[in-house]
Nanobody, 125 residues
Framework: QVQLVESGGGLVQAGASLRLSCVASGRTASLYRMAWFRQDAGKAREFVAAIRWEDGDTAYTDSVKGRFSISRDNIKNTLYLHQNTLKPEDTAVYYC??????????????????WGQGTQVTVSS
């Protein structure tokens, strides 16, 4: 088991930056991949970015490429999402997720077995 706790969300204006954090505790030595998803009110949860824990290989959804950057600190067991040039459409609750298993389906919700409670990001125009 692994426990995930997100932080770093807030209310910002369009064009601003934020850094989200997700601290993992428990069985962290066995982590294979971690990811960020987001969910806006009334919409389905969607994939944002993922990172392979061992070698840092990353994947992004098209709408955030060039603006968001996912990274991890293996020593601190912390996942980050650096968000730049935020847009109103980035408004959502952001969740971190983790899996212990290899999968080619990095964008699928079902790939991840552990989830955090979420942190709200609100971008005003």
């Amino acid at each position: 088991q692994v426990q995930l706790v997100e932080s770093g969300g807030g209310l910002v204006q369009a064009g601003a930056s934020l850094r989200l954090s997700c601290v993992a505790s428990g069985r962290t030595a066995s982590l294979y991949r971690m990811a960020w998803f987001r969910q806006d009110a009334g919409k389905a949860r969607e994939f944002v970015a993922a990172i392979r824990w061992e070698d840092g290989d990353t994947a992004y959804t098209d709408s955030v490429k060039g603006r968001f950057s996912i990274s991890r600190d293996n020593i601190k067991n912390t996942l980050y999402l650096h968000q730049n040039t935020l847009k109103p459409e980035d408004t959502a609750v952001y969740y971190c997720a983790a899996t212990f298993r290899s999968s080619i389906y990095v964008e699928k919700i079902s790939t991840y077995s552990h989830w955090g409670q979420g942190t709200q990001v609100t971008v005003s125009s």
